[in-house]
């Protein structure tokens, strides 16, 4: 019963967000569960049945996807009307979602096991190669510049200021993505960020040398 809720999950996700271009399809999905099942493994922790089916669902009811806050809960409800788990677990597999958007940087503890590994999972794929691919294809989506070094960095921010504050691709790097390895939840996320954190560091490095013509 529950792979077929499983497989059920993926063809429902791979029709919502199958062609997205700022970085959240299917592949981003899909990389977010296999993580999420690793340190769910790793940790010897968790339910791995609520942790798949929250890693599948994690942006379905993201706003930066839908018309509204409203409009994307409304969808990740009428979907898991659709399936048979239980009503416990409809509303916990629901209160993982809302918990673990970053939102500006304005963390708050997670109440459980299950929330702080989907959490990581998604926060691993914000970070290294894969992140950086995304980061720049958000942007662009979104009209954001590269770079503007006229910009400052945003330290402290309000979730408006988050989503719709002037920043640039890179900026993007300081006002999150850089910061994600020491947000990890779990040992074994701890341990996958770290090379992933070295490989932005380069990059970011290089991205200089190259804007300020150091390589000439």
């Known amino acids: 019963m529950k792979n077929q809720m499983i497989k059920q999950t993926e063809v429902f996700v791979r029709h919502e967000l199958g062609e997205d271009a700022t970085g959240h399809d ?11 099942l690793h340190i769910c493994k ?10 798949e089916m929250a890693a599948l ?4 009811s993201d706003e930066k996807l839908n018309e509204s806050i409203e409009k994307g809960e409304e969808k990740l409800e009428a979907f898991l009307e659709t399936i048979p788990v239980t009503v416990q ?4 597999i629901g209160q993982i979602i809302a918990s673990i958007s970053f939102k500006g940087g304005n963390n708050r503890a997670l109440a459980s096991i299950e929330a702080r590994i989907v959490q990581d999972a998604d926060r691993l794929d914000a970070i290294g190669a894969i992140g950086i691919t ?10 954001q510049p590269i770079y503007d070094p006229k910009i400052n960095v945003r330290e402290e921010m309000s979730l408006e200021e988050y989503r719709k ?10 006002e999150k993505l850089l910061k994600l390895k020491d947000l990890m939840n779990t040992e074994a996320a701890k341990k996958m960020a770290e090379p992933r954190q070295q490989m932005m560091i380069v990059f970011l490095e290089q991205f200089y040398q190259e804007w300020d013509g150091l390589d000439l």
Request: glycine share 10%; charged share 30%.
């Open 42 to 51: 790793e940790e010897q922790a968790g339910n791995p049945f609520i942790i």
């Open 134 to 143: 995304r980061v720049f294809a958000y942007g662009g989506k979104k009209g």
């Open 89 to 92: 677990e409809k509303k916990y």
């Open 165 to 174: 504050g002037k920043s640039t691709s890179i900026h993007h790097f300081y």
């Open 57 to 60: 669902l994690h942006d379905i």
């Open 26 to 36: 299917w592949f981003h999905v899909d990389r977010v569960r296999r993580s999420a």
